[in-house]
């Protein structure tokens, strides 16, 4: 069991060894997992009422985008799964690019990026629809060092606008 809140523009760090529950509870929370007992509210509210969820942002740990697919047409495809569309879907996948630095390579295949620029397109794909509370599953996970600091910029930037990161 456990219990915790995370405030309005704060960062929670989960930490602990191998098996130890971190990624067992971020799919609780994302609604992915049931868990045995107890509840879970996001401002003040069950993840299970209708719409709760679109408040979440999640960048699981192991890749969740399409390989097959260009860094823009992930980008759309995952603004269009969190309901955004026409104009406001363009202007966010516009945006995504320019924060990820992946700009210029946004109609190349995802599947020829380096691991730290496959976890920047990840990363943007899970926060395209503006949540207020960001879970990531070790974002940083085989990356070099570089790219592990452009992420943690990224996350930075995040945080700055007031974006919840666990």
Same mark, same amino acid.
């Given at each position: ?50 719409? =709760?969820?679109?408040?979440? #942002? &999640? ?7 399409? !390989? @097959?697919?260009? *860094? ?48 920047? =397109?990840?990363?943007?794909? #899970? &926060? ?7 879970? !990531? @599953?070790?974002? *940083? ?26």
């Amino acid at each position: 069991g456990m219990s915790f809140q995370v405030n309005v523009g704060e960062r929670l760090a989960l930490l602990g060894p191998n098996g130890a529950g971190k990624t067992t509870l971020i799919r609780t929370l994302c609604g992915r997992t049931r868990p045995d007992s107890g509840r879970i509210l996001l401002f003040g509210k069950s993840i299970r009422e209708p719409n =709760v969820l679109q408040e979440l #942002g &999640v960048v699981p740990q192991e890749l969740a985008i399409y !390989l @097959d697919l260009t *860094t823009r047409q992930n980008l759309e495809c995952f603004g269009k799964l969190h309901a955004l569309r026409g104009k406001q879907l363009k202007e966010r996948v516009n945006w995504a690019l320019e924060w990820i630095g992946l700009a210029d390579r946004a109609n190349e295949l995802v599947k020829n990026f380096s691991g730290g620029m496959k976890r920047r =397109v990840n990363i943007a794909c #899970g &926060v395209l629809h503006k949540p207020r509370i960001l879970l !990531l @599953d070790e974002p *940083t996970v085989g990356v070099d060092p570089q790219s592990r600091q452009r992420i943690f910029d990224m996350l930075d930037e995040l945080h700055s606008i007031g974006t919840s990161i666990v």
